[in-house]
């Protein structure tokens, strides 16, 4: 099955730098891709996803980028801000008769941003 | 996006009781799901909640343990059974599909804000 593995665990920046995660998935038959925020005590927050037809997607100060060659993808933070701290997942799955189905998770990565 | 409301939000209960989790959604929506999130960890999918049907596990969750109802479009329970300190997760329901409100995309998952158990 398919296993998603998300680097890294954790990521302190200055606020105002960019941030980057990366995460790598087995299967290639997965077609869809998202990223949730989860911060303390809340559930996860849907902020940007991608479909393996598009190789890049951009929004606001969040973009995601898809190598499907390479199996992997990665979040983009930029002029991060101190609420941006907060757990991200990514995740992976395989879009079939009209549903995601089951996502399947990354282990996560802890973003803090210094002030 | 959707209003995806759990109740109840958190509870403390004793090793060997049963909790009922409930999880509405202010629209219909075509998928339900639950999932488990240990203390610290990623999310793992339980079930998918089919409407007027059984519910479908995932490999290591069976539904004597996690039994699960889905009456209708906007609503689903998920109850964690016989409980033991090692169900003290957050469990978290989430959706797909159905009719598109509040920008919410009818193809991705929303997740409700979670249920925080504590077994002792």
């Known amino acids: 099955g398919e296993n998603v593995e998300q680097h890294p665990s954790t990521l302190s920046v200055q606020e105002g730098d960019s941030a980057v995660i990366k995460c790598t998935y087995s299967?290639?038959?997965?077609?869809?891709f998202p990223w949730y925020k989860q911060e303390l005590g809340k559930g996860p927050q849907l902020i940007i996803d991608?479909?393996?037809?598009?190789g890049e997607k951009k929004d606001q100060r969040i973009a995601v980028t898809l190598n499907k060659t390479a199996k992997h993808f990665s979040l983009h933070i930029t002029e991060t801000q101190p609420e941006d701290s907060a757990v991200y997942f990514c995740?992976?799955?395989?879009?079939?008769?009209?549903?995601?189905?089951?996502?399947?998770f990354g282990k996560g990565t802890k973003l803090s941003v210094k002030p | 996006s959707a209003v995806i409301s759990q109740k109840p939000s958190r509870d403390i209960c004793q090793r060997g009781t049963s909790l009922t989790i409930q999880c509405q959604v202010d629209s219909q929506v075509t998928m339900m799901f639950w999932y488990r999130q240990q203390p610290g960890q990623s999310l793992t999918l339980i079930a998918t909640a089919n409407q007027g049907s059984e519910a479908t596990y995932e490999s290591g969750f069976v539904i004597d343990k996690f039994p699960i109802s889905r009456p209708n479009l906007t609503f689903s329970t998920l109850t964690v059974s016989n409980m033991s300190p090692e169900d003290s997760s957050i469990y978290l329901c989430s959706v797909e599909g159905g009719v598109p409100t509040g920008g919410r995309k009818t193809d991705t998952q929303y997740f409700g804000p979670g249920t925080r158990l504590t077994v002792l």
């Open positions: 995740a992976a799955s395989m879009h079939y008769g009209g549903s995601q189905g089951n996502l399947i």
């Open positions: 299967d290639s038959a997965s077609n869809y």
């Open positions: 991608i479909r393996s037809n598009v």
